[in-house]
Structure formats: C-alpha cells, structure tokens
C-alpha cells in the first residue's frame, strides 16, 4: 500500500494523501464510525481535505511551507494539518490500514462522533483546537 501511495503522489503531483481507516476487532458501531470517516476523506478531496493522522503521506516542502504541525494544538493537529492543503493537490489511496479501537472504547461513540462534528464545524478556527477544553481527550493515554 506505501508503495501505491508513493507513485500515486508521483504521477498525480499531490502533496497530501491518505487512504481508509479500518478497526482491528471492533464492534459494528467501530467499523460503522470507522466506514463513516472514510466517506468523509474520500468526499473531502471534492471541497477541503482532510485525513486523519493513521495514515497520512505529505510532500515534505509543502510540509514546510504550511508550517508543520501546529505543535500548540491539543486536538486533532492532524485534521488541521490537512485541512490546509490545496483540494486538487489531494488524494486518497485505494487499500487501507488498520487502527486500534482503545479511543473509541475509552471515550464512547457518541462523545466521538460529537468530537468529528465540532471539528469539521470549527476547522477554520485555529484557537478551538488549542482549547484548554480539549485536555480530557489525552487523559488516560
């Protein structure tokens, strides 16, 4: 899969590219949520990327460029990061890799799916990501 991933950024000159998210073991609201999030990548490549930091694949210059990672973000600095890419410049690889569950176990469907929400409402606020709000999310890992 890296290697379809590096010759898709090659022959399509992307920048940025991720690919589908599964849950190892998990239960059926898992992969439901798991299946949702990567309908929502693939469709975003259509209006403003995003991808999620399980599999994420940058052309370093761009990298640069955009500033890294925003390093004072307490939530999702990955979906901020790809936020900023330009939309033609984005992809998503055919494949997928596999993610653990423990997030989804620890802190719930709901409160997840509420998190994924208030996310894309506030993607272009730089200040909510680095909320004080935000520090329960990390507890406990």
Known sequence: ????????MKRKNLLCLTTDIF?????FPDRLLYKANNIAQ???RFRKPFATGMFILV???AFEALG???EHAILAEDYQL???FPQPRFSTV???VYSTNHRLCKMGHV????MFVSAALHSGNDDFFRSDGHRHYWRGY
Do not use: P
């Not at 899969?1 to 898709?8: F, I, K, S």
């Not at 849950?23 to 239960?27: I, L, P």
């Open 1 to 8: 899969m890296v290697r379809r991933a590096l010759e898709l």
């Open 23 to 27: 849950g190892k073991d998990g239960s």
């Open 42 to 44: 693939r469709l975003s």
């Open 59 to 61: 052309d370093r210059a």
């Open 68 to 70: 890294w990672f925003d």
């Open 82 to 84: 790809t936020r900023r």
């Open 94 to 96: 055919r494949g997928g």
């Open 111 to 114: 409160k997840m799916m509420r």
